[in-house]
Nanobody, 122 residues
Framework: QVQVAESGGGLVQAGGSLRLSCVASGSISSINAIEWYRQAPGQQRDLIAT???????NYVDSVKGRFTISRNNDKNTVYLQMNSLKPEDTAVYYCAADYTEYADTIVAGRAWGQGTLVTVSS
């Protein structure tokens, strides 16, 4: 089993920065990728950034150049550095671990954190 937990959300003015953290625990070696999603009020949950086991990163266009995903393998932690924040970045941010466990059967899944609220004031 894999568990993840986010932290680092808060209130920031437009143009400011925040760094979110996602700590993974459990079957770390089974994680294929860590993903950051966000969900604004009344909206669907959207994928915004990913980092694969191999270190490949991807970003949605709306955050490219402003957000950076990175990881510290020693701490089992993935970070989302968010710069030049805009009011439209206001959302609950979730991290998720995409994993595959090989035992008697193959179990693939996605473990979600509880979310952390980011509010950007204008």
């Amino acid at each position: 089993q894999v568990q993840v937990a986010e932290s680092g959300g808060g209130l920031v003015q437009a143009g400011g920065s925040l760094r979110l953290s996602c700590v993974a625990s459990g079957s770390i070696s089974s994680i294929n990728a860590i993903e950051w999603y966000r969900q604004a009020p009344g909206q669907q949950r959207d994928l915004i950034a990913t980092v694969s086991k191999q270190g490949t990163t991807n970003y949605v266009d709306s955050v490219k150049g402003r957000f950076t995903i990175s990881r510290n393998n020693d701490k089992n932690t993935v970070y989302l550095q968010m710069n030049s924040l805009k009011p439209e970045d206001t959302a609950v941010y979730y991290c998720a671990a995409d994993y595959t466990e090989y035992a008697d059967t193959i179990v693939a899944g996605r473990a979600w954190g509880q979310g952390t609220l980011v509010t950007v004031s204008s």
